[in-house]
C-alpha cells in the first residue's frame, strides 16, 4: 500500500498548503515537522481550515472528540488520521469514493 500510501500523503500535503496559504509546493511540506510553529505561523484557525480541508478532500468526518493536538503534530500524523478514517468507513462497508482519487 506504499503507492496509495504516498499519494495520500501528497493529497495531505497539498490540503494543508492550501489551508495555511503556504507559498510553497506540497512536496516541500516536510512529512514530520511540526505543523503549527513558526515554520508555517498556523494557528487554531488554521487547524479548523485543514479540517474543513480534509473532510471536503476525502469525504470524512472529523468528530470533535478527534480534535486533540496530536492529530497535528505533523503531515505524516494527518496522513496516518486519514488513512485510519477511509480504512473504517470501507471496513463499514460505506466505502466512500474520495473526491479526485480513490479510496
Not at 510553497?24 to 505543523?35: I, M, S, T, V
Not at 472529523?62 to 471496513?91: H, N, P, Q, W
Amino acid at each position: 500500500m506504499m503507492d496509495a500510501n504516498g499519494t495520500l500523503e501528497q493529497r495531505v500535503r497539498a490540503v494543508v498548503v492550501q489551508a495555511l496559504e503556504l507559498e510553497l509546493d506540497p512536496a516541500g511540506l516536510p512529512a514530520d515537522e511540526p505543523l503549527f510553529g513558526d515554520a508555517t505561523g498556523a494557528d487554531s484557525i488554521a487547524a479548523l481550515e485543514i479540517v474543513f480541508g480534509l473532510e471536503r478532500e476525502f469525504d470524512i468526518q472529523v468528530t470533535d472528540e478527534e480534535l486533540g493536538v496530536e492529530l497535528f503534530d505533523s503531515v505524516r500524523a494527518l496522513t496516518r488520521y486519514v488513512e485510519g478514517k477511509l480504512r473504517a468507513a470501507k471496513d463499514e462497508g460505506g466505502v466512500r469514493q474520495a473526491p479526485g482519487g480513490t479510496s
